[in-house]
């Protein structure tokens, strides 16, 4: 919405909807592979990263039977905020203190109020999806302490 790129970039998922024969690790295998990423703090878009590019898994949901985002939530292992709305928060900070040095950065400030927009209607889609708290509220005077 506030880009000049079309977003057509992104990988393809696999074509197959069954386990791939060549696969070497087992279901539970991969179960507590996943549980040992999620322990040492890693996003769910990393631990997928890794599971494809280091152990070869093209899709955990083909394997689990679930996707990994639901495996997580089941071993209540999954963040209190989701990813991409804490990557947006991380980014706002990042700008507030620009500003705070940069006080006259009007192209800055533009892109605050951007990226708090977006962070807004994601807030307002998670909370009807249910993932947030419908009581959660985004103020950036002390959304520090949920990123930080």
């Known amino acids: 919405m506030h880009s000049r790129a079309k977003g057509k970039s992104g990988s393809t998922r696999p074509s197959k909807l069954s386990v791939p024969a060549w696969l070497s690790i087992s279901k539970k295998e991969l179960e507590m592979l996943i549980v040992k990423?999620?322990?040492?703090?890693?996003?769910?878009?990393?631990?997928?990263?890794?599971?494809?590019?280091?152990?070869?898994?093209?899709?955990?949901?083909?394997?689990?039977?679930?996707?990994?985002?639901?495996?997580?939530?089941?071993?209540?292992?999954?963040?209190?905020?989701?990813?991409?709305?804490?990557?947006?928060?991380?980014?706002?900070?990042?700008?507030?203190k620009h500003l705070d040095e940069n006080k006259h950065d009007m192209d800055a400030k533009r892109g605050l109020l951007w990226t708090e927009s977006k962070i807004q209607r994601l807030v307002k889609y998670y909370k009807e999806s249910k993932h947030l708290a419908l009581t959660w509220k985004y103020d950036p005077e002390t959304i520090r302490i949920y990123v930080e």
């Open 37 to 96: 990423l999620a322990k040492e703090n890693k996003t769910t878009s990393q631990i997928g990263i890794l599971l494809r590019d280091q152990y070869g898994v093209p899709d955990v949901k083909l394997v689990v039977g679930k996707t990994l985002s639901a495996f997580l939530k089941e071993k209540n292992l999954l963040k209190e905020l989701p990813e991409d709305l804490t990557a947006l928060i991380k980014k706002s900070i990042a700008i507030r």
